[in-house]
């Protein structure tokens, strides 16, 4: 019988590299990650192109029986279109949209000087100095969740574990030996904080994500009922 595949997909800014240590721990040399994309780099018509392009690649990767889990930025979608012929459980975690959006924005100011090119829209940011609300609130990266969810039905997550209780929620993952992963220490303990923004900042911005805003409030609240976008 062949294994099952579990396809973790890494929001940005949601303790996904603590979550990938818990993966290596799981399943060992089976664990493949996915990170050279850059997926929200590019406009969301080239995003969507290099998919396409390279699920031939992701397809193949995937059929590899001795690939037990795949971790990463990559579309979840191109998965779907497989059509595996293998069982397949989708899991992903979400945060705070706010305060996701603010630490993504730290996270990319913080030990990097603007110069590599598979980073064309941190780049921009770099040298035209963005201040924290031009990030939040530009057209470039609103709703990053349902970017990522292009041509994917949220309801058709196994698992969606909320960032802000991590601890808790991978004891939660389907399958064995998630609890002995329940002490690791999160990889950016800062995200146990929330930032303080000026005021009204952070009303802006949960209204310019909205999308995000009602699947993460639909995720904390236990999915109850299906969600719609």
């Known amino acids: ?45 080239l995003r969507e192109a290099r998919m396409l392009a390279s699920a031939s690649w992701r397809l193949r990767m995937a059929w590899n029986p001795a690939v037990t889990a795949i971790h990463g930025h990559a579309l979840p979608v191109v998965y779907r279109w497989a059509w595996l012929r293998r069982p397949t459980t989708y899991i992903t975690w979400l945060r705070d949209p706010v305060q996701r959006a603010v630490s993504h924005y ?20 770099l040298r035209e100095h963005w201040s924290l609300e031009r990030f939040c609130l530009g057209p470039e990266l609103r709703n990053v969740y349902r970017c990522y969810l292009w041509g994917f039905d949220p309801n058709a997550f196994a698992f969606i574990g909320i960032t802000e209780r991590y601890a808790e929620d991978l004891q939660r993952l389907p399958g064995a030996g998630w609890s002995s992963c329940a ?21 802006k911005i949960r209204a310019h994500h909205a999308a995000d805003v009602r699947l993460y409030d639909w995720a904390v609240r236990g999915r109850v009922g299906a969600f719609r976008w």
């Open 106 to 125: 730290h996270y990319w100011r913080r030990d990097y000087d603007g110069s590599d090119p598979r980073q064309p829209l941190r780049n921009r940011m």
């Open 183 to 203: 002490e690791t220490r999160l990889a950016n303990p800062e995200r146990g904080d929330r930032y303080e923004l000026a005021p009204g900042l952070e009303e």
């Open 1 to 45: 019988m062949t294994e099952s595949l579990l396809v973790s997909l890494h929001m940005p800014k949601t303790a996904g590299t603590s979550f990938a240590d818990a993966l290596r721990r799981i399943h060992g040399a089976g664990l493949v990650t996915e990170y050279q994309d850059m997926t929200m780099q590019v406009p969301r018509i």
